[in-house]
C-alpha cells in the first residue's frame, strides 16, 4: 500500500521528501514556500525527480541515523551493496551561527562487491511550468528556465557529469557524492568535503536530540517527532510551518487540497509549546520575536496565519498542469484562509506567551514587548469575543459561534491575568477577572446541550466536535468533571470510527469528511487518559502508532478503511500530538539533567 513512504530532510531553511527507493520527490529551493526544482509528488510526468536506479534485483531498505535528520536508504543484491545517504548540511560554524545552504548532499557510500546503478536526473524548475534545459559545464551541471521566470540549478558530482545526464550505468567501487545547489559553489566539492559535511551535520543533530529529556516509554518517537518539527521551522525569521508539502489530499481525488507551508499561528504555538516543554527555548525565542514583528502597532490584529518571512498576502492560485497527487486536483500555491477570522488564536497565543514566561522567566527578551502584547490582546478579546468567526477548521461558509473560539476567549483572559500577577500589574485585574468569568458562564450556558449530555462544536448546535476535547487541556474544565466525561462519552460514540476519529461529522463547504484528521485522534486518547481510562488510551495509543508510514512519520489525515495517510506530510500538528500522549504514558528519568540552551 502507497502510505506515504517518504522521509524527510531539512535544515531549516528548505526541506526535500525522499522516496522509500530513494527518489527525491518534492523539494523548493531556495527556501520552503520558493518554486518546486522536484515535484513528482504531484505529476508523475510533469513535476520532476533525482532517481537513483540499481541495476539487478536489489532489495531496498531505508531508516533515519539514529536521533539525526540524515536518512540512508540501503541497496543490497548479494554481496553488492552501497548507501545512499541524504541531508541538507547545518552545523555550527566558527562565529556561532549556522551553515545551512540551499543545498541537498547525496553521499553514496560503497559498502561492498560490485554494485550497479543509474541515474535519472530530472528537476522541472519553477513547479515545471516552463522547458527545463541542461548543460555540462567544467564543474558542475547547470539546470535553466527562463520562459516564464529565470531560474538556475547546480548539480557537482564526483561522477561523470555527461554519464549522469544521459542515464549511463556508473559501477561503484569507491564512495562519491551528488550535490544540488541553488547557488554556484565558489569552492568546488570534493567526496572528502561532503563527507565532512554528513560528519558535521551528523554531530549537530545528535547534540540537538541528546538535549531532549530521556522518557521511559516512546523516546524513539518522540525524539523522531521532535527532530520533524525541527525541521520544519524556518530559523531566519522563527516562523514555524504547518508542512512541508502542498495540495497533498485529504481524500483521494476529492478537492480538499490546501499549501501548507506557512505559518498558521495556531500551529505553530502548539508547536512550540510542546518544543518548549522539551527544553529548546531557542526554538521558542525566536517565535516569540516573529510574533512581535508582526504585532508593530498595539491595535493591530492578528491574521490566522502569514508566509515564512512575515508575508501578510498569500493570494492563492492553482497550478493546471500538474495532475495532482494521484489525480486529485486543484494543486494550489497560496492558502486564500490568510483573510479568514478565528478568535482563537489569541488565546493560542496568550497561552505560548504565558508557558515561555513561567518557564524560562530569567532568559526571556523582550518582557516590556510581551506585556503589551498581553494587553493588546486582551484589548482585542474584550471587543470582539461575541462575534462569531469561521473557527478551527477553517469553514469557509457562514461564520458561527464556535466553542473552540469562545474557549481560547476565555483562555486569553486566564493566561493574561496569570501574566499580570507574574509581572505585579494588578491594575487592570478587576476587569479582566469579571470578564473572563462572563466568557465562562457564556460558554456553559450556550454550548453545552443538555439532549446530547455534551459540550457542541458551535451554540445551538447539536453537532460534535473533536476540538472541545481540548477544553480540558487548556484548563477551562476539570478532567473528571461530569461534563467533560460524557462529553469524551459522546465524542466518543458520535465521531469515532474504527478508533479512528472524524474532525466533525456535519457537512461543510465540501461535503462530508471521509478521512480522520491524524491530531484529533491523538486529542482523544490524551482525553481518554485524563478521564482515568489509561489502559484503553494506551492500547488506541500503540494502535494508532502502527498507522505511521515506514520511518515513523504521520501526515495530516488516515483513511478510515484503508489506514494509509493522507493529506499535507509531514504535519506539525500530528506529531505535536504524537509527543503530547507519548509523555502521558511516561515519565521523565530521575536523573534527567538541567537542560542546557538549544540553538
Known amino acids: 500500500m502507497d502510505n506515504l513512504n517518504y522521509g524527510i530532510i531539512g535544515n531549516c531553511r528548505s526541506a526535500a521528501l525522499i522516496s522509500k527507493e530513494g527518489s527525491i520527490d518534492w523539494c523548493c529551493l531556495p527556501q520552503f514556500d520558493s518554486t518546486s526544482i522536484f515535484a513528482k509528488l504531484l505529476d508523475e510526468q510533469k513535476g520532476g525527480s533525482f532517481e537513483i536506479q540499481p541495476k539487478g534485483d536489489y532489495g531496498i531498505e531505508q531508516e533515519y541515523y539514529p536521533n539525526t535528520a540524515i536518512l540512508i536508504t540501503r541497496f543490497s543484491e548479494g554481496d553488492n551493496v552501497f548507501e545512499l545517504h541524504d541531508f541538507m548540511p547545518r552545523h555550527h560554524k566558527m562565529n556561532g551561527k549556522y551553515k545551512a545552504q540551499p543545498e541537498i548532499i547525496r553521499y553514496v557510500k560503497y559498502v561492498s562487491g560490485s554494485p550497479k546503478f543509474t541515474v535519472k536526473y530530472d528537476p522541472k524548475l519553477e513547479y515545471g511550468l516552463g522547458e527545463t534545459k541542461h548543460f555540462v559545464k567544467e564543474d558542475f551541471i547547470a539546470s535553466l528556465t527562463h520562459k516564464l521566470k529565470y531560474d538556475t540549478l547546480f548539480l557537482y558530482t564526483s561522477f561523470d557529469k555527461e554519464g549522469v545526464l544521459e542515464g549511463h550505468e556508473i559501477s561503484l567501487k569507491e564512495d562519491g557524492y551528488f550535490l544540488i ?24 543533530w545528535l547534540d540537538w536530540a541528546a538535549k531532549t529529556p530521556d522518557y521511559q516509554k516512546f523516546k524513539d518517537e518522540i525524539v523522531r517527532s521532535a527532530i520533524t518539527l525541527k525541521m520544519l521551522t524556518y530559523d531566519k525569521t522563527g516562523a514555524v510551518l504547518a508542512a512541508a508539502t502542498t495540495s497533498l489530499p485529504e481524500t483521494i481525488g476529492e478537492v480538499r487540497n490546501w499549501d501548507y507551508r506557512f505559518c498558521w499561528i495556531r500551529d505553530a504555538s502548539m508547536v512550540i509549546k510542546v518544543v518548549s516543554e522539551l527544553g529548546h527555548k531557542n526554538s521558542a525565542k525566536r517565535y516569540l520575536q516573529f510574533i512581535i514583528d508582526l504585532m508593530p502597532d498595539k491595535d493591530e490584529k492578528l491574521q490566522i496565519m502569514y508566509g515564512i518571512n512575515k508575508e501578510k498576502t498569500l493570494t492563492e492560485k492553482t497550478l493546471g498542469h500538474f495532475d495532482g497527487y494521484k489525480g486529485s486536483k486543484p494543486v494550489r500555491v497560496g492558502n486564500a484562509a490568510y483573510k479568514q477570522r478565528q478568535n482563537d488564536i489569541y488565546g493560542i497565543l496568550m497561552d505560548v506567551i504565558y508557558e515561555q514566561l513561567k518557564n524560562f522567566s530569567n532568559d526571556i527578551e523582550n518582557v516590556e514587548e510581551l506585556w503589551s502584547i498581553t494587553k493588546g490582546i486582551v484589548w482585542i478579546v474584550g471587543k470582539h469575543w461575541e462575534e462569531p468567526d469561521k473557527g478551527i477548521w477553517e469553514f469557509r461558509g457562514e461564520d458561527k459561534h464556535f466553542t473552540f473560539s469562545k474557549v481560547l476567549c476565555w483562555v486569553a483572559l486566564d493566561r493574561a491575568i496569570k501574566v499580570a500577577n507574574m509581572f505585579g500589574k494588578t491594575r487592570k485585574l478587576e476587569h479582566w477577572t469579571a470578564l473572563e468569568q462572563k466568557i465562562k458562564d457564556d460558554i456553559h450556558e450556550n454550548a453545552w446541550n443538555s439532549d446530547i449530555n455534551a459540550f457542541v462544536q458551535c451554540y ?71 478521564i482515568g481510562e489509561e489502559e484503553k488510551a494506551l492500547e488506541q495509543f500503540e ?25 499535507n506530510f509531514p504535519q506539525a500538528y500530528s506529531h505535536l500530538a504524537l509527543i503530547e500522549c507519548a509523555i502521558n504514558f511516561s515519565t521523565k528519568q530521575k536523573d534527567e539533567k538541567i537542560l542546557e540552551s538549544i540553538k
Do not use: Q
Open 543 to 567: 494502535r494508532l502508532l502502527g498507522y505511521s508510514n515506514h520511518l515513523g512519520l504521520f501526515s495530516e489525515d488516515i483513511d478510515f478503511k484503508t489506514k494509509r495517510l493522507l493529506g
Open 460 to 530: 445551538g448546535s447539536r453537532h460534535l466536535d473533536a476540538s472541545v476535547l481540548l477544553m480540558e487541556p487548556y484548563g477551562f474544565i476539570h478532567a473528571r468533571d461530569p461534563k467533560y466525561v460524557s462529553t469524551v462519552k459522546a465524542i466518543e460514540e458520535g465521531l469515532s470510527n474504527d478508533g479512528l476519529l472524524y474532525r466533525y461529522k456535519n457537512e461543510d463547504d465540501f461535503g462530508l469528511p471521509s478521512s480522520s484528521f491524524t491530531i484529533c485522534t491523538f486529542w482523544f486518547i490524551n482525553a481518554l487518559f485524563k
Open 181 to 204: 545547489c541553488y547557488n554556484e559553489k565558489i569552492l568546488k566539492p570534493t567526496t572528502e568535503k561532503t563527507g565532512l559535511e554528513l560528519e558535521r551535520t551528523k554531530v549537530y
